[in-house]
């Protein structure tokens, strides 16, 4: 029996339109269709796993070269520059306010002045003028403010030194006016001056404080990143084990001990040159601060003391401003850490204090002595070479405070040193160990790529 194929009920040539159109697909939809293939491939999985790591280990690696580098400079800038003109501000005060002090002390005297005293008001003119050169040359060309303070007292101390003079050669000859000169000299200093001589030394003292602040944080962001690069080439090593059923891949173990170690150098130096810092701020810079602080108003004191025999002061006006500084020096002497963080200095600090009490002691007779109407006698206990007067209590005082502010500088700066010191060759060290692990990455990575060649 012959089987017949039963007659097609299409079109002639639908059949061969039917096959055609299978043969003609869309190219885009097969471009997608390769593009999602690749993407879920192997290959393609380890191209994007070696774009993260290298991502993230050059970034980390990167991050944490620049993070060291910049800390450094800074604190290199504060050694060599930013401390140095705080500390020139500070002495640019006191030798202003020795200055007005031996000129005070001059007039009480009377007639012709001591050689010693003409010597150190000279002397102190001579450090004020080198300071106000100092810094102005220090001083960034943004800070405008502490330049057109510089720029003040220097006008200032011109009109100063004149007025001075002036009052001098009157004081010579025994003109009254001489007194007048003199007190317009000493308000010029004491209410202009030296105000902006303190809001000087401010500025740069808070510059100081505020850099080692920010400083005496660990980089943490730099040791999270580097953290996070290590994890996941660890995890990367895992994931291509699995997948080339190899044990272990050279390259990224390579990669992996690089960053392990900039983590470790990173974590060690950057805490250690942290712990410097904090310990400049806190046994350095806070102690420097308060003992400049002791020394400014042990100055002021004396400038009272002495301008109220010059003006022959009846009314109490001056003892109450000597009795305002006397107050708040004692305060900061006797609170001021015996140990701890801030032990620097102590011994110089008894000693202003012992120094302090005698001091007190001279003035109040002098002030009882300038209640009878002796002048001569109370100036005698003012500035006379008595061991036990005014002149050598006040002087063992600043140099006592003097010695403290030299103790506290010297620990400020040592722990900057080391800070920076610790730091030194890391920089470079993280971009050597970040190119190693680059190339790590790509060896590693590169003929388990082949494989699927």
């Known amino acids: 029996m012959v089987l017949r194929e039963a007659p097609s009920i299409e079109p002639r040539g639908s059949r061969a339109l039917s096959a055609a159109a299978d043969d003609d697909v869309d190219p885009a939809m097969a471009r997608r269709k390769e593009l999602r293939a690749f993407l879920v491939s192997t290959p393609a999985k380890l191209t994007a796993l070696g774009a993260l ?68 008001y000279t002397q102190a003119i001579g450090t004020a003028s080198a300071d106000l050169v100092y810094a102005s040359g220090g ?17 200032d101390l011109s ?25 317009e000299a000493s308000t010029l200093m004491q209410t202009s001056m030296l105000p902006m001589a303190q809001q000087l030394h401010a500025q740069q003292e808070s510059d100081v404080a505020d850099t080692q602040r920010d400083y005496s944080r660990p980089p943490w ?17 895992i994931v291509i084990a699995r997948l080339s059923r190899r044990t272990f891949n050279l390259g990224l173990i390579v990669a992996s001990s690089c960053t392990a170690i900039l983590l470790v150098w990173m974590l060690v130096a950057g805490l250690v040159s942290s712990l410097d810092t904090k310990r400049a701020l806190t046994e350095g ?29 009846s009314n109490g006006d001056y003892d ?28 110089e600090v008894a000693r202003a204090q012992e120094a302090w009490t005698r001091w007190s002691s001279a003035h109040d007779r002098m002030n009882e002595i300038l209640a009878k109407g002796d002048f001569v006698s109370a100036a005698m206990v003012a500035i006379g070479p008595g061991p036990s007067d005014s002149a050598a209590q006040f002087t063992a005082v600043d140099d006592a405070l003097t010695d403290g502010i030299g103790a506290a500088r010297d620990r400020l700066r040592s722990n900057v040193e080391s800070a920076a010191r610790v730091l030194t060759a ?23 790529l082949r494989e699927y060649q």
């Open 426 to 448: 890391l920089g470079s060290g993280a971009l050597v160990l970040t190119l190693i692990a680059f190339g790590g990455i790509i060896i590693g990575l590169w003929p388990r």
């Open 285 to 313: 810079a806070r102690p420097m601060h308060e003992l400049t602080a002791a020394r400014i108003l042990a100055q002021q004191a004396r400038t009272e003391e002495t301008l109220k025999l010059v003006r022959r002061d």
């Open 53 to 120: 790591l290298v991502l993230l280990t050059l970034t980390a690696g990167l991050l944490a070269a620049s993070t060291v580098n910049s800390r450094e400079a800074t604190l290199d800038t504060v050694l060599a520059e930013t401390e140095p003109l705080s500390f020139s501000a500070q002495n640019l005060y006191s030798a202003l306010s020795v200055a007005d002090a031996a000129a005070t002390t001059a007039f009480i005297s009377g007639g012709l002045e001591p050689p010693e005293l003409r010597d150190t």
């Open 159 to 183: 009109v100063y030194s004149g007025l001075v003079e002036t009052a001098r050669a009157n004081n010579r000859t025994g003109h009254p006016v001489g007194a007048a000169y003199l007190s």
């Open 221 to 237: 962001l730099a040791l999270i990143l580097i953290l996070v690069a290590l994890v996941a080439l660890l995890v990367a090593q």
């Open 320 to 347: 109450a401003v000597f009795e305002d500084k006397s107050g708040q020096l004692d305060t900061l002497l006797s609170s001021y850490p015996h140990d701890g963080d801030r032990a620097v200095g102590h011994d």
């Open 139 to 155: 001083l960034a060309a943004s800070d405008v403010d502490s330049r057109r303070l510089l720029a003040s007292i220097s006008t």
